[in-house]
Each structure stands twice: as structure tokens, then as C-alpha cells.
């Protein structure tokens, strides 16, 4: 059995979602494969331990530690979803994945293209990032908008138990490659328990609350963030709709478009820093979609355009944090 069965209990952390994902998957299809540093249960399964227990439950040749060499995991990967498995690559932090560019951008990506559609390469890369802990520079940077950017790769980021596991069911079952982004401060928080076999598709936002004078639009752990501002905005009659984007690449271009529509104010608020990222790209589109209709410029709140610092003063000032969320919903909704 997997160290973190699912009971059907009411309650579960996005560590346990994720857990029971990969679990249900390679019990679904004995194709699925894991790979990575530490994944096995003779290292504990992962540094946090998301995949514990499941080298002891299907196998070692299924659940295979590698090497320290984030290229030749996903190497392996591609080449093993080439003949016919379903690979599941873990780059244990998110910065680590520089490492590897040339073969998720170069190879990955774009081998559906380069064979005129006759190859994909149905790989997932899971990885974990996030300020918080004090891991300092190298290990902490939200780095979505690059991977976004590039043709072929599926980009994800969820929020919540519910969507890790939905979202990570449906990553393996794409026959492209996809990037899942896991936060690290956030695996131990709880929240509603995921049902056994539940897909959420690809690219699709969720309104996690209705609203009419101004749109959040977030992902990650910064929805917590926003979720927790709006107690802040509610104090101050503010009517916000709160939209989990949980897809960067493909995003749901129609759902944020008419949320926008409809309140004229935009707030986009995401963990990594805030020039060229993807709050740019979706602020660009609604501006081109709304010209003349918007009552405010949409509005981005980010991190500030450095690395994440080590001192933990300077870590929790770098980031945004419902306070500042609330500031800034208050100043949109001014006028």
C-alpha cells in the first residue's frame, strides 16, 4: 500500500493528493514510471517524502532513484516515453530545472513538431519550489513564464488537494509533456480531500468565489494569499471574484476575459517576480480584448526583480502577501 492511503477522508494535505495521484495512476496503467533523485523508499522517498511508499508497493523497476543529474533524468524520460511508458520525472527544485533546459525545451517540447506529429512525448516533470523557508536563491524561484514560452509544454500549478491530484491524473494521461509545479511551504496545508479517479481538465480556471467589482486572478500558493486578502476586502464592501487560474499554459483565456468584462478591474497576482511574466501575458491579452471597456489598467503584484533573499525579513517583504493583496484590491476599486 502507499504510505498515504486514500481513506476517503474529508480532509487532505496537497503532499497526500499528490501522493495518492501517482499511486492511483501506476495502479491504473502499469505503464506510468517514476524517476528521480531520492524517489525511492531506501532514501526515504523524496526529500519531503511525496513519493514514499511507492517503490515498496509496485516495484523498484517502476519507482527508480537516479543519479544527481537532472539531464539525464528527463533524458530517460523522453527516451522511455518514446517506446511506449509514461513517465513521471521529479527535478527536485524548481531552479534545478536549468540544469535540464536543453532536454525539456529542445527535445521534450518539440519532437511532436519536429516529426510532423508522428511522436509525443508523454512526460510529466514534477517540481517543487517556493519562498518561505529560508532556502535561499538557488532553490526557491517560481519559474512558470519561462516554460510557458515555450511551444509544446503544458505548464500547471495548483493550489489545493482537490486540484493537485485532478490536475497530476490528468498531466499523465496527456500525451504531451507537461510541466507540474508544486509548492513547497504549502504541502502540509490541508484542505478538501480529492475523490479517487477525479480528473481536472487541463486548462480550465475555476471561480472560486463570484464577485463584481474587481477580478483576482492568481495560481499556487498565492492563492492563499488572495483568498486571505478577502476577508480585508469584504471589510470594506468590496465585491472581488476569485479566479484560480490552476493551467499557465494553455490558460483559459474565455473565463478570465468574461470575469473581466464584467468588473472592469483586474487585479493578477503571482509568486514569481513580477517583469515578464505571466501576469504580463494575460494582462496584454485582456487589454487587447477589452480596449475601451476596462475602468481601471489591469493591475500585476508580484515579486520584486531579484532573487529570492535568505534573510528571512527580506524573504517575507519579497513576495506578495494578503496584505498587500488587499491594498491593491482597495486602490483598483477606489474611483
Not at 492511483?24 to 526529500?47: C, F, K, S
Not at 516533470?125 to 514560452?149: C, K, P, V
Request: net charge negative.
Amino acid at each position: 500500500m502507499s504510505a498515504i492511503p486514500n481513506t476517503g477522508a474529508s480532509q487532505m494535505t496537497i503532499l497526500a493528493a499528490i501522493n495518492n495521484a501517482l499511486a492511483d495512476a501506476m495502479e491504473a496503467d502499469d505503464r506510468v514510471l517514476l524517476l528521480g533523485e531520492d524517489v525511492a523508499d531506501t532514501e526515504e522517498g523524496g526529500v519531503v517524502g511525496v513519493t514514499k511508499g511507492l517503490s515498496s508497493r509496485f516495484g523498484n523497476h517502476r519507482v527508480r532513484s537516479t543519479p544527481i543529474s537532472e539531464q539525464a533524468i528527463v533524458g530517460a524520460a523522453i527516451g522511455a516515453s518514446l517506446v511506449g511508458w509514461k513517465p513521471v520525472a521529479e527535478i527536485m527544485l524548481m531552479n534545478f530545472t536549468t540544469v535540464a533546459m536543453d532536454m525539456i525545451v529542445n527535445h521534450a517540447a518539440k519532437l511532436r513538431y519536429m516529426s510532423g506529429g508522428q511522436t509525443h512525448v508523454p512526460i510529466t516533470i514534477r517540481t517543487m519550489t517556493g519562498a518561505g523557508i529560508g532556502n535561499g536563491g538557488q532553490h526557491s524561484d517560481y519559474l512558470e513564464a519561462w516554460f510557458a514560452h515555450t511551444a509544446g509544454m503544458k505548464v500547471i500549478a495548483p493550489s489545493n488537494p482537490v486540484d493537485a491530484y485532478g490536475l497530476l491524473r490528468s498531466c499523465i494521461d496527456d500525451p504531451d509533456p507537461c510541466l507540474f509545479i508544486e509548492n513547497l511551504p504549502g504541502y502540509w496545508a490541508p484542505g478538501d480531500a480529492p475523490t479517487k479517479g477525479t480528473r481536472v481538465p487541463l486548462g480550465q480556471a475555476k471561480i472560486v468565489r463570484q464577485g463584481s467589482d474587481v477580478t483576482v486572478i492568481s495560481y499556487s500558493r498565492m492563492m492563499v494569499e488572495a483568498t486571505n486578502a478577502l476577508q480585508l476586502a469584504d471589510s470594506k464592501g468590496i465585491s472581488v471574484e476569485l479566479i484560480d487560474l490552476r493551467s499557465i499554459s494553455p490558460w483559459d483565456k474565455p473565463t478570465i476575459v468574461e470575469s473581466a468584462a464584467k468588473t472592469g478591474r483586474v487585479l493578477i497576482v503571482h509568486e514569481a517576480v513580477t517583469p515578464f511574466g505571466v501576469g504580463a501575458e494575460i494582462a496584454s491579452t485582456l487589454s487587447e480584448a477589452l480596449f475601451g471597456r476596462l475602468k481601471k489598467p489591469v493591475m500585476r503584484l508580484g515579486a520584486a526583480y531579484t532573487p529570492v533573499p535568505f534573510s528571512k525579513p527580506l524573504e517575507a517583504a519579497h513576495a506578495p502577501n494578503a496584505e498587500r493583496i488587499a491594498q491593491a484590491i482597495k486602490t483598483l476599486a477606489a474611483g
